[in-house]
């Protein structure tokens, strides 16, 4: 018999952050995405439309990666959020204690709220 690897779920984590508050800290201080997010995030997020939607959709899940990890000692910038071809979120981790670990996520945004969901594996 065969044996496959199974991941096994190891938290969830939700988030919801008000657009407004985004685009308010935003216009008082641009710079303010250089620390929360990297190079490829910010070029994602300030091309075409919805900037304040994409910046406050990825706030939210970087803090619902967070919260599915456990781990409020994690800087923003270690959890990088893409798209798959298909636009599929995907994140990427980057440091100590994050190997082994796989996160699921699912955004979502209006002109007000953005929301996160995110699901931590042990592969």
Do not use: Q, W
């Not at 959709?57 to 599915?68: G, P, T, Y």
């Not at 959890?79 to 996520?105: E, F, N, Q, Y």
């Amino acid at each position: 018999m065969k044996k496959h690897s199974a991941a096994a779920v190891c938290g969830i984590g939700v988030d919801i952050t008000e657009v407004a508050r985004i685009r308010r800290l935003y216009e008082k201080n641009p710079a303010f995405l250089k620390r929360f997010f990297t190079r490829e995030e910010i070029a994602y997020c300030l091309k075409g439309r919805n900037i304040y939607e994409r910046i406050a959709a990825r706030f939210s899940a970087k803090e619902a990666v967070i919260k599915a990890l456990d781990r409020k000692d994690l800087p923003l910038k270690a959890i990088a959020v893409s798209k798959t071809g298909t636009g599929r979120p995907a994140v990427a981790l980057k440091g100590p204690g994050l190997g082994g670990i796989s996160v699921m996520l699912s955004l979502s945004h209006t002109e007000n709220y953005a929301c996160a969901s995110a699901v931590a594996f042990k592969v």
